[in-house]
């Protein structure tokens, strides 16, 4: 049996303060109820009016400055402008208050020194306090006070209230724990944000034909193909097997595409006149939202495309129209399918592309970003580690991201999120990542945003209507081995409403139907896979603020299907785990074989008698024994959610050169001589998975040459032997040859022989296709 993992690596199960009191197992109904409450003093710099000039022009460059005690918040400023509106949000997180006085002051923009124009004074103990879902407070004028506390000229639209994270106000705020950030490109970077996976389609492009092609050489017999290139991603037929002006394909080519459709189906037909030279016949573009979308495998219409050639005449590209070539084909957008962007093993979503198509979502998942704790220092700022982390939640189209907590290594969000369930076997992850981009330092865009670790939380395996609160190990596998980065700290609730849609869903397939009815390839899925992939990153990456490359490539598992010797181990021992039930079966029923407990035999032979003389007992005694294992299994069922298991995955005991392997680059930056000892560590490793697929073939082979007459004297033994069966067991009842088989297999050791028995000698003794084998 497998050893359990180290205490740090373990799962912890909490008991958090959320939502304002325990959890107790039990749903909540107060807002932001999977969190723990956290308290803000927020300002709303709505605008002023009539304010003075300062500047000898008699104008002003306004701008709000917000303190409390030692943090100091500031809005945009205008230029010359004495009613400026800004409309911008302060958060002050309670904890970290030390005043008992906020203060709001007007200031004009100088290059020396910026002028005092005013200020507001507030008493924190008479601050109002609102809780969502109460209506927003209503800003209010405050007329400015100089620092005498007499009335001057201007005033200034304020809202100032206590509340909490729930608060609408609350992801476009500026924050006090947030203070060193400068630059509004900065401040957006830190900010909380929800976003939305770039709808994706599979574009189905059937080449049929071309007719009156034109060939420059018209003495040889053209070697044509059709090349298809949309965005990044190109694809070509195969050489047309007919050879001339008309050629036929009939193959389809598969591309991924995304809504909006910003770029065209670019089609050219080309000539293969030289081994590495292809001369273009004609092209053409076809805009994909004039595309057919089908919903399901009836085909759609084909069309006839005119191809436009285009001839270079005193160094410019023009179109040549002399005579018009066409291509027959059949395009369309599909959405019956489910575009897979995700490993297979960890889909967050299976849904079609088309929405007609979607079915009614069985519940809801809540989850509640609480904190972390031991964070490792991912960089170094003013000589000392330092680490600014947000969180990452992927689930179907919607991803979310925290707020950046600066300089903490133990941070707390406390932000609650949620999504709609279509199918309960799938997956969210939550990805933990340092900021990298902040103060600006990231002209370049060479920074990468670091990772610190990743939680997978399969839906299937969580109770409903229960609140799983557990600090789950952030682990990374680095070069150097498995490491723990941290904890972060979450509370989930899966919440069905309606368990008979769910229950049902266990009988439905897990992929469209078009899936099944009109499969794609191996090849086709990893090669369109990696395309999603790629289309999604890049979407993301142009969002405001953008979720970077590196983050939804590490969410989305690119690369995981790469060789690692260490997955292969790990799979190998899975294997073996998987078969151990059986193997252990056969153990069990050795032993009876051979009266190790006479007791137990005499009872087996007892059972196997009955089971006989009644065979209509056989299936519902194997399934009752099944019913009572699942009862017994019961009392030991998982508390907790499934989490990363690193003796599993053989983390721990992997060789420095194993993972120095996994992390390499392809194709590979390592020296020659490395490569070569790897290469044959590898070569020996297939040779030993050569011999057993080998010996697997060979016994195969065995069997189907029992009646092929290759060894005519075995197949004719096998023949006769089984003219008397034939005749013995139609003259002899079932339930006595039964009998006599059981009891043969449960014979005493006495009457047992070391040597094989003759029916193994016999099999092992067929001839194979090894002799044919160079």
């Not at 034939?726 to 022989?753: D, S």
Request: hydrophobic residues 40%; contains cysteine; positive net charge.
């Amino acid at each position: 049996m497998q050893r359990p993992p180290p205490e740090e690596f373990v799962l912890k199960e909490t008991k958090p303060h959320l939502g304002g009191g325990k959890i107790s197992g039990d749903k909540l109904t107060s807002t932001y109820d999977l969190v723990e409450q956290m308290q803000y003093l927020y300002v709303r710099v709505v605008k002023a009016k009539d304010l003075p000039g300062k500047d000898v022009t008699g104008s002003c460059d306004p701008y709000a400055e917000v303190r409390l005690g030692n943090y100091k918040g500031t809005t945009r400023h205008f230029e010359k402008k004495s009613n400026p509106e800004w409309n911008q949000v302060f958060a002050f997180s309670k904890d970290r208050i030390q005043a008992s006085v906020l203060e709001v002051t007007v200031k004009d923009k100088d290059f020396v020194k910026d002028d005092f124009m005013g200020r507001v004074l507030f008493d924190l103990n008479e601050i109002p306090k609102r809780v969502p879902p109460d209506s927003p407070l209503a800003p209010q004028w405050y007329r400015l006070e100089d620092r005498k506390g007499d009335k001057v000229k201007g005033e200034i639209m304020l809202a100032v209230w206590m509340g909490t994270q729930a608060d609408e106000a609350f992801p476009e705020a500026w924050h006090s724990d947030a203070a060193s950030v400068s630059g509004m490109d900065s401040l957006a970077n830190i900010r909380s944000k929800v976003y939305l996976s770039p709808k994706l389609w599979y574009l189905r492009v059937n080449v049929i034909e071309a007719q009156d092609l034109q060939p420059s050489d018209k003495g040889r017999y053209p070697e044509v193909f059709v090349k298809a290139i949309l965005g990044s991603q190109a694809l070509r037929t195969r050489i047309s097997p007919s050879r001339s002006i008309n050629p036929m394909w009939n193959e389809d080519l598969m591309f991924v595409a995304a809504e909006p459709f910003e770029e065209p189906l670019i089609l050219s037909v080309e000539d293969r006149v030289a081994p590495n030279k292809d001369e273009v016949l004609g092209r053409c573009e076809i805009s994909l939202q004039y595309v057919d979308r089908r919903l399901d495998h009836r085909p759609v219409n084909t069309r006839w495309i005119n191809l436009v050639k285009y001839v270079v005449v005193e160094g410019e590209k023009k179109k040549e129209i002399k005579f018009a070539s066409r291509i027959h084909m059949r395009i369309c957008l599909e959405g019956g399918y489910h575009v897979l962007d995700e490993s297979t093993h960890y889909s967050s979503d299976l849904r079609p592309t088309a929405k007609q198509l979607w079915k009614q979502n069985i519940g809801v998942l809540e989850l509640g970003i609480l904190n972390a704790q031991g964070l490792m220092p991912m960089k170094t700022k003013d000589g000392r580690g330092t680490t600014d982390s947000y969180c990452v939640a992927k689930y179907g189209q919607k991803w979310i991201r925290t707020r950046t907590i600066i300089d903490s290594f133990t941070p707390k969000w406390n932000e609650q999120y949620t999504w709609e369930v279509f199918d309960p076997c799938t997956v969210i992850t939550i990805g933990v990542f340092d900021n990298s981009h902040l103060h600006g330092g990231d002209k370049a865009g060479a920074t990468k945003d670091a990772r610190i670790g990743k939680v997978r939380i399969r839906l299937s395996t969580l109770e409903t209507d229960r609140v799983y609160t557990h600090s789950y190990p952030l682990l990374v596998l680095h070069p150097s081995g498995v490491k723990k980065m941290g904890e972060i700290h979450l509370a989930v609730r899966f919440t069905c409403s309606s368990l008979l849609n769910m229950m049902h869903m266990y009988s439905q397939p897990l992929l469209p139907k078009m899936h099944y009815l009109h499969p794609l390839t191996v090849s086709q899925l990893d090669s369109l896979r990696h395309q999603a992939t790629l289309i999604v990153s890049t979407r993301l990456t142009r969002a405001e603020p953008p979720l970077r490359k590196e983050v939804v490539e590490y969410m989305l598992d690119v690369g995981s299907h790469m060789w690692s010797m260490r997955r292969s181990k790990a799979n190998f021992f899975r294997i073996t785990g998987v078969l151990s039930g059986l193997i252990d079966v056969g153990k069990w029923f050795d032993q009876i074989c051979n009266w190790k407990n006479p007791i137990t035999t005499v009872l087996i032979h007892i059972l196997f008698i009955i089971l006989v003389l009644y065979p209509e007992l056989i299936l519902p005694t194997i399934f009752l024994y099944l019913f009572l294992i699942g009862v017994w299994y019961y009392r030991w069922r998982p508390r907790h959610p499934p989490h990363m298991d690193t003796r599993l995955s053989h983390a721990e005991t992997a060789h420095p050169d194993e993972l120095d392997e996994e992390f390499d680059t392809f194709p590979t930056s390592r020296p020659s001589d490395i490569v070569r000892m790897r290469y044959d560590r590898l070569r020996s490793i297939a040779g030993r998975i050569q011999t057993v697929v080998g010996d697997l073939a060979t016994q195969g082979e065995r069997l189907q040459s029992l009646l092929s007459w290759r060894d005519p004297r075995a197949t004719a033994l096998f023949v006769i032997f089984c003219l008397v069966a034939a005749i013995v067991l139609y003259v002899t009842p079932f339930q006595v040859v039964a009998l006599l088989t059981g009891f043969y297999m449960l014979r005493h050791p006495r009457f047992r022989h070391r040597l094989p028995s003759v029916p193994l000698n016999f099999f092992r003794r067929l001839p194979a296709r090894t002799d044919c084998m160079l």
